[in-house]
């Protein structure tokens, strides 16, 4: 049993994205963290993003392609010097490719806490409908 516990609460690495892109900026990015709940009428996705704030956040939806990057500013004034650093600061980058059910016109996002909420509503002819039956 200690063994489970101990299992659920690891904490898990920052993964660095390993990709092909080039960076104009130097720097770590990252790939956030994300978990996807789908309902009949819309898909949520939550990113963890910790330390990003919501002026350095851009969400853009292009070619049916969403993207999610934001900054991670370091914490530190300028007249602290670091003692310890474990926190990792850097970008944040995440890209998913949206299918015709997605109603791309009325996403809603959210940040909170470090955590990055985004409705993607269905789009009115994919939600699932049942259809009465009468008899003649």
């Known amino acids: ?68 990057s934001g900054d991670v500013a370091p914490f530190e004034g300028p007249d602290e010097n670091d003692v ?8 944040y980058h995440r890209q998913f490719t949206l299918s015709e059910v997605i109603d791309q016109g009325n996403i809603d996002a959210r940040l909170q806490d470090g955590v990055l909420r985004l409705t993607l509503p269905k789009v009115e002819k994919a939600a699932p409908k049942k259809i009465e039956v009468r008899a003649s």
């Open 84 to 91: 310890s650093i474990e926190y990792e600061i850097g970008k």
């Open 1 to 68: 049993m200690a063994d489970k516990e101990s299992r659920e609460i690891q904490v898990k690495e920052k993964q660095e994205v390993a990709g092909p892109a080039e960076q104009i900026k130097p720097g770590l990015v990252f790939i956030p963290d994300v978990d996807i709940f789908e309902t009949d009428k819309s898909i949520t996705l939550l990113a963890d993003m910790p330390g990003v704030k919501t002026k350095d956040l851009c969400i853009d939806l292009r070619d049916n392609i969403l993207t999610l």
